[in-house]
């Protein structure tokens, strides 16, 4: 069992940056590929940003692509996501996910445990 807890997330304007954090419990978390997802009000999940187990190779959506870094910190079981230049399109609810297959996917039915993520608000 893996458990994942998000935080970070609050109101920024336009141009600004948050950086959510996901922290996860348990010994294995080295042992599981992680990524970002967001869900708007009516719309699919969609994919963000993914890095592999020990953190060498990142994915990233091309609309996040440039702005947005995601890293991990295995020693703290700490997954992070600096965004900058925040855009409203933005505004999402953000989840942490992760999976026991090392190798990165943009589906979000791939993923084996979800956190129960953190709300993103970007004024315009």
């Known amino acids: 069992q893996v458990q994942l807890v998000e935080s970070g997330g609050g109101l920024v304007q336009a141009g600004g940056s948050l950086r959510l954090s996901c922290a996860a419990s348990?010994?294995?978390?080295?042992?599981?590929?992680m990524s970002w997802f967001r869900q708007a009000p009516g719309k699919e999940r969609e994919f963000v940003a993914s890095?592999?187990?020990?953190?060498?190779?990142?994915y990233y959506a091309d609309s996040v692509k440039g702005r947005f870094a995601i890293s991990r910190d295995n020693a703290k079981n700490t997954m992070y996501l600096q965004m900058n230049s925040l855009k409203p399109d933005d505004t999402a609810v953000y989840y942490c996910a992760s999976r026991f297959t090392n190798w990165n996917s943009r589906r979000s039915d791939e993923y084996d445990y979800w956190g129960q993520g953190t709300q993103v608000t970007v004024s315009s």
């Open positions: 348990g010994r294995t978390f080295s042992s599981y590929f």
């Open positions: 890095i592999n187990k020990s953190g060498s190779n990142t």
